[in-house]
Each structure stands twice: as structure tokens, then as C-alpha cells.
């Protein structure tokens, strides 16, 4: 939302629904399905060769990216990455947190539609007041709040990044 509710509501959309997913089958049995690797543990035993290609499995691959993506875009923000021409503008730090996160797992039409979806992307003071909930922080105190959250933020995003590649869950092909 705070990246504009309009143009970048298709990437709050894919979240939204692959967290649903995800949930959907943790509520079919709380108790088996305790953790995330449980759920992958559970649906490779259950899906056999079509694993990890369907249900949650398949969804908290696409997630874990589009979280990397707000990790990536928040550490370029708080790491003062800008560009020193336009330095309110957020286009240096979205870019390097497509190009990061997400570029290589889409295909041309898609990194198009990104481009575009750029040009229409919030100014950083504005993204800041959004992220402060509307109030007038102090920059300096919005990056500080950003850096504290980044801490256990970032620690489990690399600890499911982890799991894929031990569980050999992780796929290449585009979207």
C-alpha cells in the first residue's frame, strides 16, 4: 500500500493470495502443518513428483520473493542508496529490488509492465509518511524504525530462502 495503492496493487494482490494459500492448507491440520517446513515436509510426502510445482509449496516460493523484494527495496532505503540527481525519487532502490528479487523469475512482458509500474512509484518522503502511518517522523527516525525491523525481517526471509534450497523446492522458470 504504501508504494501506491494503484499501480503496484497487482504485487499486494500475488502476496495476498499466495499468503492465503498458504494458510488454507495450515487450516486443514494446525497440528501437522505446525511450520512452514512442515507444510513442505507434508505436501512433498502428499503431491510426490508433482512437488514443488502445487499448494502452499508452490505459493510461499512466489511469496518469499515478493518478500525479498520490500527486504531489498527497505535495506537500499535505509542503506541512504539514492539517486543523487533525484534524490526523493525511489527508482534506484525499487530497481535494484526488482532486479534482486524478482527480474530473472520474469519474463519480458512482465519486466516491461514493471518498468512502467516505476514511473508511477511514490516519492521517498511520501513512502516514509506512508510507512509512519501518516505521521510527520523525522526521516532519520523512519530509517532508524526500518533498520530495527529489518533485523528479525531479514533473518527469516534467508532462514525460508535456507529451506527451499536444502529441500531442493526451489524452481526457475518464469512467470
Given at each position: 500500500?504504501?508504494?501506491?495503492?494503484?499501480?503496484?496493487?497487482?504485487?499486494?494482490?500475488?502476496?495476498?493470495?499466495?499468503?492465503?494459500k498458504i494458510r488454507a492448507v495450515y487450516e486443514t491440520n494446525p497440528t501437522k502443518f505446525k511450520t512452514l517446513q512442515m507444510i513442505l515436509e507434508g505436501e512433498k510426502e502428499m503431491h510426490g513428483?508433482?512437488?514443488?510445482?502445487?499448494?502452499?509449496?508452490?505459493?510461499l516460493m512466489w511469496l518469499k520473493r515478493g518478500l525479498k523484494f520490500i527486504q531489498v527495496l527497505l535495506q537500499s532505503i535505509a542503506d541512504g542508496e539514492r539517486d543523487d540527481q533525484n534524490p526523493n525519487l525511489m527508482k534506484v532502490n525499487i530497481t535494484k529490488a526488482y532486479e534482486i528479487a524478482l527480474k530473472k523469475y520474469h519474463g519480458w512482458v512482465v519486466q516491461k509492465l514493471f518498468k512502467a509500474a516505476l514511473l508511477a512509484a511514490p516519492y521517498k518522503d511520501d513512502f516514509l509518511k506512508?510507512?509512519?502511518?501518516?505521521?510527520?517522523?523525522?526521516?532519520?527516525?523512519?530509517?532508524?524504525?526500518?533498520?530495527?525491523?529489518?533485523?528479525?525481517?531479514?533473518?527469516?526471509?534467508e532462514a525460508i530462502y535456507i529451506m527451499y534450497n536444502k529441500m531442493s523446492a526451489e524452481l526457475d522458470y518464469k512467470a
Open positions: 500500500d504504501c508504494l501506491g495503492p494503484a499501480i503496484f496493487s497487482p504485487i499486494k494482490a500475488d502476496i495476498t493470495g499466495n499468503i492465503t513428483p508433482q512437488w514443488p510445482k502445487v499448494g502452499a509449496t508452490l505459493a506512508a510507512l509512519s502511518k501518516g505521521q510527520n517522523v523525522k526521516e532519520e527516525e523512519c530509517i532508524e524504525k526500518i533498520r530495527q525491523f529489518l533485523l528479525n525481517y531479514t533473518a527469516t526471509i
